[in-house]
Structure formats: structure tokens, C-alpha cells
């Protein structure tokens, strides 16, 4: 695989987020708890205000998760909503998260959705013993569902066995949780995008096809649709920068690539928009994500 990689140290500005059509309701908790109903083990869990993006502060929903003593089997705490799902249609799912760890070697959670009581993803990076620290994450994965109609879906935070303590303890916070249809391919990032680190880009797509990724620091006001191509383009043409491309694996359809991020703080604070385009039997542009850089 050849990987062609341009310059990624952009001139960031400000623009209004586009986004798809959303399956969830308040899944940025700026109305609070409005269309969500709780359940199950954590503590103190509430809408505050924290900065998940590198953006500044908003609202975002953050509990301690745990128990209220050991226990392996203690249940997770449980967001939930109903929503309206299409059959055998793709989706992707995607969720700012951030773990605020208080001291070193603590375990800091994973995250379980469920769609009609069928897990559909699970994430797990902070689960392990972690470092004091904030680590953020934007998390993302594809499902196709085989419900119909009007369905739960379950957000599970869970930190199996062990107990949690206030100020103590690692508190996770999510927010911007969305649901939507959307083209292959997805493009996301593992892991925290620190400058000065380095970027695990990893795409999902069609096996043994070919997906390119594109940058840009603004998007356009409406997404403009491409002959010949699912989706829409969305990112704005006077600022975009050609990324990278390579070829998807011929069986899991990934593609994953590392790179250095430029120590350079005028790339902090400001939205970076990416997104992918796949050439395949059925060539698509997928989904724009704002992730952005932080310090």
C-alpha cells in the first residue's frame, strides 16, 4: 500500500457545523436530559459543562462509572431513548468522549450501544489502567440493523468490578452522540490528537477498494452532490487539502495510517473537518467529522 500524505499543518477558521440527519434526540445534552431516560450503577451523573473537542466548553452528559462497592457483575449505567430504525440499511455511529483520570493506574470505563437489545458496538480504550490525565477520543462505528420501527437505544457505561469515587476516581463524559445513515467510507481517529503526537487515521470501508481522505478547516453551507457518487461533498473547496489515499484491505475493508501532527499551536482551539471518498463498485462519499487537535 502507497500512501500519499500532504501537508497537514492547514490555516484553521471557524465555521457552522452541516450535519446529516440525526436518529438521536439531544444528543448534545443542550436541552440537559430532555429525551433521554437513566438507569443502573454510577455515580453522580449529570449534564455539565466540558470542553470534550478542544473547542471550549459545552454541555456534555459525565458520570463516575462503577459501583457503589466491588462487585464483578455490577451493571452498567444506561442512557436511553427510542428512535426509529430503517432494516438493512448502514449506519454509523459516532460520540465525543472524554476520561478525566485523578491518579495513575485507574481503569477508566467502556462504552456498549445497543439498538433493540442487540449490542451494535462496543469501545473500550480507557477501560485498561490508564494515567492521570484527560484523554479525549471521538469514537465511531458502522452496523447494519435488522429491527424495524420504533427501538431503544441503550448507551451502556460500565467500569466493571470496581467501585467509583468522587473526585477520585476516573469520570467519563460523552456528548455530540449521533445516529445517522450514511455512504461508506467512514474516516475517524484513534485515539487522542495531541499536536506534537501522531494521528491514527483508520478508515472503514468496501473491501479491496480504494479510499482517499480530504481536510478542511471550513465546510460548505449545504453539501452538493457528485456524479457518479453516493453521498455529498460537504467540505469547502477554497480551503480544502488532499490528505492522503491507499487501499482498503481485501477482506475487513480497513485502512489504517499513521502520521505526525505538526507542534504547531495555531492549529489548537479551531474546527479541522475531514472526510473520505471511496472508489469501488459503488462509489461513495462518506460522512464529514470535525476532528479537531488539541494540546
Request: net charge positive; glycine share 12%.
Amino acid at each position: 500500500m502507497r500512501i500519499h500524505v500532504f501537508v497537514l499543518a492547514v490555516t484553521v477558521l471557524a465555521s457552522p457545523l452541516f450535519s446529516q440527519k440525526n436518529a438521536i434526540t439531544n444528543g448534545d445534552f443542550e436541552k440537559g436530559m430532555t429525551g433521554w431516560t437513566t438507569s443502573g450503577e454510577g455515580g453522580w451523573p449529570s449534564v455539565v459543562s466540558a470542553d470534550l473537542m478542544g473547542l471550549g466548553k459545552s454541555k456534555a452528559f459525565s458520570v463516575y462509572p462503577g459501583a457503589k462497592r466491588f462487585n464483578p457483575n455490577n451493571p452498567p449505567y444506561v442512557l436511553k431513548q427510542k428512535i426509529t430504525i430503517i432494516p438493512k440499511v448502514e449506519y454509523e455511529f459516532t460520540a465525543d468522549v472524554m476520561s478525566l483520570a485523578q491518579s495513575n493506574n485507574q481503569r477508566g470505563g467502556s462504552v456498549e450501544v445497543k439498538i433493540g437489545g442487540v449490542s451494535v458496538f462496543k469501545w473500550g480504550r480507557f477501560s485498561g489502567a490508564i494515567k492521570k490525565g484527560t484523554y479525549r477520543e471521538k469514537i465511531a462505528g458502522r452496523f447494519t440493523q435488522q429491527k424495524v420501527g420504533k427501538v431503544d437505544i441503550e448507551i451502556q457505561i460500565q467500569r466493571r468490578l470496581f467501585t467509583y469515587t468522587k473526585n477520585m476516581t476516573p469520570r467519563l463524559f460523552i456528548d455530540n452522540i449521533k445516529l445517522a445513515m450514511a455512504p461508506r467510507p467512514s474516516v475517524f481517529i484513534v485515539g487522542d490528537r495531541k499536536i506534537g503526537g501522531t494521528l491514527d487515521l483508520q478508515a472503514i470501508g468496501t473491501p479491496k477498494g480504494f479510499v482517499g481522505v480530504f481536510i478542511a478547516p471550513k465546510l460548505l453551507t449545504r453539501g452538493i452532490p457528485v456524479f457518479g457518487f453516493r453521498g455529498k461533498w460537504e467540505l469547502n473547496f477554497g480551503f480544502v487539502v488532499y490528505l492522503l489515499a491507499g487501499a482498503l484491505d481485501s477482506k475487513t475493508g480497513r485502512f489504517q495510517a499513521k502520521l505526525p501532527i505538526p507542534n504547531n499551536k495555531n492549529l489548537l482551539g479551531n474546527p479541522l473537518y475531514w472526510q473520505g471518498f471511496e472508489i469501488s463498485p459503488n462509489p461513495s462519499l462518506g460522512p464529514t467529522h470535525n476532528f479537531n487537535l488539541t494540546q
